[in-house]
């Protein structure tokens, strides 16, 4: 079984998302920082932007890749975990603690129950 806490919600592009209140915390998932392999590079969005649920609005390089990380919701830029830039492993070593990425303000909290459940992205990552 996948390494999915069962306290978030999740993209199908290999976002996670933590609800408190009508602030989330994102960042990437278990399996997609497993895919990347070693994180080398993140490049986070500006605070006080505004984003919309799909929009690139970060990047992660690894020594394989370069990918867009996608808003999970709608929303605007609050907070940026700077520590993710200044050691990028981070989001390998713990990608749902201290590799989070960055909060935003919700603007729609029904964007956030149409995410996938811990359930629904198991059995997306496990193929089923």
């Known amino acids: 079984m996948a390494n999915v806490p ?17 602030t989330a915390t994102a960042g990437i998932t278990d399996h997609a920082q497993h895919e990347l392999t070693d994180v080398v590079f993140v490049e986070l969005p500006e605070i006080g932007r505004s984003v919309k649920a799909g929009e690139p ?29 200044e050691n990028p492993a981070l989001v390998n070593t713990d990608p749902y603690g201290a590799g989070w990425l960055f909060k935003l303000k919700v603007a729609n909290v029904a964007e956030v129950n ?13 193929g089923a």
Do not use: F
């Open 57 to 85: 609005c970060a990047v992660v390089e690894s020594v394989k890749t370069a990918s867009d990380i996608y808003a999970p919701v709608g929303g605007t830029i609050t907070e940026v975990n700077k520590p993710v830039v």
């Open 114 to 126: 149409a995410m996938l459940s811990p359930e629904q992205y198991t059995s997306q990552i496990e």
């Open 6 to 22: 069962s306290d978030l919600k999740y993209s199908k592009s290999h976002e996670w998302l933590r609800l408190a209140g009508d």
